[in-house]
C-alpha cells in the first residue's frame, strides 16, 4: 500500500509539472514578439522555480510518509523479536528438560552441539571446549553401537537417511539416537532414556534375543534327524520339524500341518497319552511306526504344556536289533562257557552268584536248586566248609575275608587251593569291570603229577647221558642249556655253575669259540637252536685250536628242544682232507646246488603249502565270514603265493634240466587245442592290461610228438613276457606253422623290443630287463623256454628290434630225436622233487 501512495505522489509532482511548463508557454504566446525574448527568460526562471518548490513539497511529503511507515515497521519487528526470544527460551527449557544433544549439519558450516554433552563424559557436566567430544562415539559408546551410529550418520549426511538407534555407554548408560533431515538440514539428536524408556529398551533387547534364540532352536531341531512336533490345545498340529517332514513324505512344513498328517496312528498316540503321568506330565513309550515308508521301532517322549505339548520320536530299531544280537551273543557265550573244563562262577556287585558253568557246579557237587537261588560268596564257602570240600584253615574267617577282599581289588589275583581229597586247584578272581567277580577254578593236579613225573624221568636221562663219551648236550625252546653230560663240559671246559645256572645258547657258544673260533659253525648251530623255521637235521665239523676235529651234528626233539651231539672224527679226517683238497672245486659247485635244491624243494615248497592250504580254507569262508579288507588280504596272499610257487617251480625245472632227471612225457599233442589252453590261462591277465590278443593257427595244424605240459609251459612264458612289454591298446600275436620237417610256434608282441646288448643276455638265467615297463620276474622264463624247446631237440629263435617289438620262434623237430640228451659227466644225481599234486592255485 506504500508503494501504490509513492507512485501516486510521483505522478502528482509529473503532472503539476507539467501544468507549470504549459502555464509558462501560454504566457509567451500572449506576449508580443518583440518582447518575447526577454519574457521568455522571466517564464522559464518562474517555470523552474515552480517546479523545485513543487518537487521539496513532495519529497517533504514522501519523508513524512515513510518514516512513518519504517516506525510501524520497527514495532512489527521489535514484538517478532520479542516472540522470538520467548520461543527460544521455552525451546532451551524443553531442551534443557532432559539430558540430551542436538547435533546439526548443512552443507557448509561446522556441526553446531546444543544441549547437555556431559552425556558423553560418563555423566559429569561437560567443561568448555569438551562439546565436541560428542562426536568422538569411539570414546564413550560401546564398540558395536559406535560402529554402528557412525554407519547410520553416514547414511544421514550423505544420502538423507534417517535412523533410530537404542545404544549402550562403556559405563552403561542407555542412549536413544535419532537422526532425521530438517529443512535441509542434517540432525542427530542423542537423549539418555527415562527409567521407562530404559525398560521398555531393555524389553525390546530381551524380545530380540528370545526370537533369535527361538529361531536358533528352530533350526536345531530342523537339523537333527529326529522328528519333533508340537500341537495345540486341540491336538492338532502347530509346528513340525524337517525330519517330521521327510517322516510323513509331506513336500512342505506348512503342508504337513495343514493335512494334519500324523506320524503315528491313533492306537499309537492313545498309548503315549496314557502313558503321561499326571504328576510330570512327560510320556515316554515304544511303539512301532511307519517312517519314510519303513517300519520302525520308535522311542516317543511327549510332555504337556499350557499351550499344548510337545514330543519327539528316537528311532530305536537299530538299538533293539543290537540289544537281540547281544543277548543272542551272551547265550552263545554261556554254551561255550558250559563246555570248557575249567569252572568258572561270576558274581554281582552284591556278592550274589549270576552265572556259573557245568563245570563249576560238578567241581563242587553243588545242588542245581542251591544254585538258582543265587546265593552270595560267602554263603557258598561256607557251605563247602560244611561239606569239608575246602581245606581246613585256622582262622577259616580271616581266611574267608581274604577270599572276598578281592572284590575291592583292581586286578586280577591268583591262589592255590588244596582240597581235602587231593586235589589242588589254580583259583583266579578276576574283577568285572561293572563290579562284581569272575571266579576261575583251574584243576592242575594232573599237571602237578605230570610234573613230577617229568622231572624224575629228566634225573634219569641226566645220569644215562653222563655214562656217554660222546659229549652230548640239549637245549630248550627258549634256546637255554637244558641237559649236559659230564664228556661236553670236559670238552669246552665248562665250569658246573654255569651248566646249573641254564645259560642261554649264545653263552655257550661265547665259551666254546676260545677252543673253535670258527665263526661259522656256530652261526649254522646256532640257527638251528634258536630258529623257528629251520628245524631240521644240522651237520657241521669244527677244528679246535689244539688239532682236534669234531663232527656236530643237531636234531630237533619235541617241544622246540634241540639235541646237540659231536664225535670225534680226527683221525678220520686226516685221511679225508687230501680228497676233499683235490676235488674242493668240484664239491664245492656240487654242494651249493644240492644245498639250493634241498631248501628250495623242502624248504620253500613245504611251507607255502601251508600257506597256500590256508588260504584256500579262509578265502572259502569255512571256518568263518571275511570283511571286504580280509578278503583283499587273502587274495593278496594267494596271488603273492602263487607267484611265489611258480618261481619255485622254474628253479627246480631248472635245477632239473641241468641235473639231467627232467623226462619229457611225450604224446600226440593236439597243436591249435595247446595254443586254446595256453591263451585262456592268461585272458585275465590280457583284459586287465588291455592287450589285444590274435591267435593265427590254421585248422589242419595237425598234431606234435612232445610233452603237453612243457608246451603249455613254452607258451605261457612267452605270452606272460609279450604282455609284460606291451603298453595298453597295444596286440601280441601268437602263430603256428608247419613244415615238413619242424612245427614252428611265435609269439610276437609289439612293444619296446631290446638293444642288441640286451638280446645277447635274455636266454642268461636271472637275466630281467624291465626296460622302463610294469613287468616283474626274476630272469628265468626265456631260459626254461630255451631248456624246455632244447630237450625237444628243437631251438628257439629271436628277432627284436627297439621301439618296433620282439618276436620269439620256437622250431620243434616233427620227428623227436631217438635218444635223449645225454647227461653231463660230473653231473650229481638229481634230488627227489617234493610231490606237488596237492598244491592248487586260485
Known amino acids: 500500500m506504500g508503494v501504490g501512495r509513492a507512485a501516486q505522489l510521483r505522478v502528482g509532482v509529473g503532472m503539476l509539472t507539467l501544468f507549470a511548463a504549459g502555464a509558462a508557454l501560454a504566457e509567451m504566446q500572449d506576449v508580443p514578439p518583440a518582447h518575447a525574448p526577454r519574457e521568455m ?107 554402528a551410529v557412525e554407519a547410520a550418520l553416514d547414511a544421514l549426511l550423505t544420502r538423507g537417511t534417517g535412523f533410530s538407534l537404542d545404544l549402550r555407554t562403556q559405563n552403561g548408560r542407555s542412549i536413544e539416537a535419532q537422526g532425521r533431515t530438517v529443512a535441509g538440514r542434517a540432525l542427530l539428536r542423542l537423549r539418555e532414556m527415562s527409567s521407562e524408556r530404559r525398560e521398555i529398551a531393555d524389553l525390546r533387547t530381551t524380545l530380540d534375543e528370545a526370537r533369535r534364540g527361538l529361531s536358533a532352536l528352530a533350526s536345531l531341531l530342523d537339523a537333527i534327524p529326529q522328528p519333533v512336533w508340537r500341537r495345540n490345545r486341540d491336538g492338532g498340529l502347530a509346528w513340525v520339524n524337517a525330519a517330521y517332514v521327510a517322516a510323513v513324505e509331506a513336500g512342505t512344513r506348512e503342508a504337513a500341518i495343514d493335512a494334519g498328517m500324523e506320524l503315528l496312528d491313533r492306537q499309537a498316540r492313545e498309548t503315549v497319552g496314557r502313558e503321561q503321568t499326571a504328576v510330570s506330565g512327560v510320556g515316554l513309550s515304544r511303539v512301532s511306526a511307519v517312517v519314510s515308508s519303513t517300519r520302525r521301532v520308535l522311542d516317543i517322549y511327549e510332555t504337556a504344556l499350557d499351550e499344548g505339548k510337545v514330543g519327539i520320536a528316537v528311532d530305536v530299531s537299530e538299538l533293539e536289533s543290537v540289544r537281540a544280537d547281544l543277548q543272542q551273543q551272551m547265550n552263545a557265550n554261556a554254551r561255550t562257557l558250559d563246555q570248557l573244563p575249567t569252572a568258572v562262577a561270576m558274581f554281582d556287585v552284591s556278592q550274589r552268584l549270576i552265572f556259573h558253568n557245568a563245570a563249576y557246579r560238578a567241581l563242587w557237587g553243588l545242588d542245581q536248586a542251591f544254585l538258582d537261588s543265587r546265593p552270595s560268596d560267602g554263603e557258598i564257602l561256607d557251605f563247602l566248609r560244611t561239606q569239608r570240600k575246602l581245606e581246613e584253615h585256622a582262622d577259616f574267617r580271616t581266611w574267608k575275608h581274604g577270599v572276598l577282599a578281592a572284590y575291592r581289588a583292581a586286578e586280577a589275583h591268583q591262589a592255590w587251593w588244596y582240597l581235602p581229597d587231593g586235589r589242588t586247584l589254580r583259583v583266579v578272581a578276576d574283577p568285572n569291570p561293572q563290579g562284581g567277580l569272575t571266579y576261575l577254578f583251574d584243576d592242575v593236579s594232573d599237571r602237578l603229577n605230570a610234573e613230577s613225573r617229568y622231572n624224575a624221568l629228566r634225573r634219569l636221562q641226566a645220569e644215562t647221558l653222563n655214562t656217554l663219551a660222546e659229549p652230548v648236550a640239549v637245549f630248550g625252546a627258549d634256546g637255554r642249556l637244558q641237559l649236559a653230560n659230564l664228556a661236553f663240559t670236559t670238552v669246552w671246559h665248562l665250569d658246573p655253575e654255569m651248566v646249573e645256572a641254564r645259560p642261554h645258547v649264545d653263552s655257550v657258544i661265547l665259551r666254546c669259540k676260545e677252543l673253535a673260533p670258527a665263526v661259522d659253525p656256530w652261526l649254522d648251530i646256532r640257527d638251528a637252536v634258536v630258529g ?85 580254507l579262509l578265502g572259502d569262508e569255512t571256518v568263518g565270514a571275511l570283511n571286504h579288507r580280509q578278503r583283499e588280504y587273502s587274495d593278496h596272499i594267494m596271488r603273492s603265493s602263487a607267484a611265489l610257487l611258480v618261481m619255485i617251480n622254474d628253479i627246480l625245472d631248472l635245477a632239473s634240466v641241468d641235473a639231467g632227471s627232467l623226462e619229457l612225457q611225450r604224446e600226440n599233442l593236439d597243436v591249435r587245442a595247446t595254443v586254446d589252453a595256453a591263451v585262456r590261462g592268461l585272458e585275465d591277465r590280457l583284459a586287465e592290461a588291455r592287450i589285444a590278443l590274435t591267435v593265427d593257427v590254421p585248422g589242419d595244424i595237425g598234431t606234435l610228438r612232445a610233452d603237453g605240459k612243457r608246451v603249455r609251459q613254452i607258451l605261457f612264458n612267452l605270452l606272460s613276457n609279450a604282455v609284460g612289454f606291451s603298453d595298453p591298446g597295444q596286440s601280441v600275436e601268437i602263430t603256428a606253422r608247419r613244415t615238413p620237417r619242424d612245427l614252428i610256434l611265435g609269439v610276437r608282441d609289439y612293444g619296446r623290443g631290446m638293444s642288441p646288448e640286451i638280446k645277447e643276455l635274455v636266454f642268461n638265467r636271472f637275466e630281467s630287463h624291465t626296460r622302463g615297463t610294469r613287468h616283474r620276474g626274476v630272469g628265468l622264463g626265456l631260459a626254461i623256454v630255451r631248456s624246455f624247446v632244447e630237450l625237444h631237440g628243437g631251438r628257439v629263435e629271436l628277432e627284436t628290434e627297439q621301439g618296433v617289438g620282439t618276436c620269439v620262434n620256437c622250431i620243434f623237430p616233427l620227428k623227436p630225436p631217438d635218444e635223449p640228451l645225454p647227461q653231463g659227466r660230473d653231473s650229481p644225481k638229481p634230488l627227489p622233487r617234493p610231490d606237488t599234486s596237492h598244491i592248487s592255485i586260485a
Request: proline letters at 3%.
Open 41 to 147: 527568460h522571466g517564464v522559464a526562471g518562474l517555470a523552474i522555480f515552480g517546479g523545485l518548490v513543487a518537487f521539496a513539497v513532495i519529497v517533504a511529503l514522501l519523508y513524512l510518509y515513510e518514516r512513518q511507515r519504517w516506525t510501524r515497521r520497527e514495532q512489527e519487528l521489535v514484538a517478532t523479536l520479542n516472540l522470538l526470544r520467548g520461543a527460544h527460551d521455552r525451546a532451551e527449557m524443553l531442551l534443557n528438560a532432559d539430558r540430551q544433544v542436538v547435533i546439526t549439519w548443512d552443507e557448509h558450516s561446522e556441526p553446531v552441539i546444543e544441549g547437555d554433552a556431559g552425556i558423553a563424559l560418563h555423566g559429569d557436566r561437560a567443561a568448555a571446549g569438551s562439546a565436541r567430544r560428542v562426536l568422538a562415539f569411539g570414546a564413550w559408546l560401546r564398540p558395536a553401537d559406535a560402529q
Open 532 to 616: 623257528l623255521e629251520s628245524r631240521v637235521v644240522l651237520s657241521r665239523r669244527l677244528d679246535l685250536a689244539d688239532g682236534t676235529v669234531l663232527d656236530c651234528a643237531t636234531q630237533p626233539l619235541p617241544e622246540g628242544a634241540t639235541l646237540l651231539t659231536l664225535i670225534d672224527v680226527t683221525a678220520s679226517v686226516n685221511v679225508e682232507r687230501m680228497l676233499i683238497e683235490r676235488n674242493d672245486a668240484l664239491e664245492k659247485a656240487a654242494e651249493l646246488r644240492d644245498t639250493f635244491v634241498h631248501h628250495v624243494s623242502y624248504e620253500l615248497r613245504s611251507p607255502l603249502t601251508n600257506i597256500i592250504g590256508f588260504t584256500q
